[in-house]
């Protein structure tokens, strides 16, 4: 009789316990889903377009453990505040499953001059013009042109990943950019 009472006991113990743990990894699922979609999340940083500032050398052999690791904030997004040389994570205009990280050049009513081209561009409302910082191994705006502000998923502010480069993420301003006429 006693041995069923504890056994009963037990059962009911490890019963509470795997249900109050299923419920707070249930909540704590929840709030860190909020916190990704809304305010902020992780994104890698794959290739070398944005090289130096992100990925400044390419380990084939470590892949992935090597690429950088930024903190993008989403508040910039609650009324498209953006500025000149901000970093952006958004959506390929082509393939919207594809994310790009690429910095700011010209915003809605800028100038752009295109180098390759040598023409000058002005970027419609609603749009910004996108660069890599590694030119020559960069796939953005001068291929696709301007970027619909709807497709920007929010503002890099900080690289997080590998540890030896952890640090802020600074804002720098392009020569290409022409103030409009």
Same mark, same amino acid.
């Given at each position: 009789?006693?041995?069923?009472?504890?056994?009963?006991?037990?059962? *009911?113990?490890? $019963?509470?316990?795997?249900?109050?743990?299923?419920?707070?990894?249930?909540?704590?699922?929840?709030?860190g889903?909020?916190? =990704?979609?809304?305010?902020? +999340?992780?994104?890698? /940083?794959? #290739?070398? +377009?944005?090289?130096?500032?992100?990925?400044?050398?390419?380990? +084939?052999? *470590? #892949?992935?453990?090597?690429?950088?690791h930024?903190? *993008?904030?989403?508040?910039?997004?609650?009324?498209?505040?953006?500025?000149?040389?901000?970093? %952006?994570?958004?959506?390929?205009?082509?393939? $919207?499953?594809?994310? !790009? /990280?690429?910095? %700011? %050049?010209?915003?809605?009513?800028?100038?752009?001059?295109?180098? *390759?081209?040598?023409? /000058?561009?002005?970027?419609?409302?609603? $749009?910004?013009?996108?660069?890599?910082?590694?030119?020559? =191994?960069?796939?953005?705006?001068?291929?696709? #042109? &301007?970027? &619909?502000?709807?497709?920007?998923?929010?503002?890099?502010? !900080?690289?997080?990943?590998?540890?030896?480069?952890?640090? $802020?993420?600074?804002?720098?301003?392009?020569?290409?950019? !022409?103030?409009?006429?």
């Amino acid at each position: 009789m006693c041995r069923c009472i504890l056994g009963e006991i037990s059962n *009911m113990a490890a $019963h509470n316990f795997l249900w109050s743990l299923t419920k707070n990894c249930f909540t704590f699922g929840l709030i860190g889903l909020t916190v =990704s979609d809304r305010y902020a +999340s992780i994104v890698p /940083v794959r #290739g070398s +377009s944005m090289s130096p500032t992100f990925n400044p050398t390419t380990d +084939s052999f *470590m #892949g992935s453990l090597s690429d950088d690791h930024v903190l *993008m904030e989403k508040f910039c997004l609650q009324k498209y505040k953006f500025s000149h040389g901000d970093v %952006i994570v958004f959506c390929s205009p082509s393939n $919207h499953k594809e994310k !790009h /990280v690429k910095r %700011i %050049i010209g915003l809605p009513g800028d100038w752009i001059g295109t180098p *390759m081209t040598n023409d /000058v561009v002005k970027v419609p409302n609603g $749009h910004c013009w996108v660069e890599g910082d590694n030119p020559s =191994s960069s796939l953005d705006s001068r291929s696709f #042109g &301007p970027i &619909p502000l709807g497709l920007v998923k929010g503002r890099v502010t !900080h690289i997080l990943w590998p540890p030896q480069r952890v640090r $802020h993420v600074e804002r720098k301003n392009h020569q290409n950019r !022409h103030s409009p006429s």
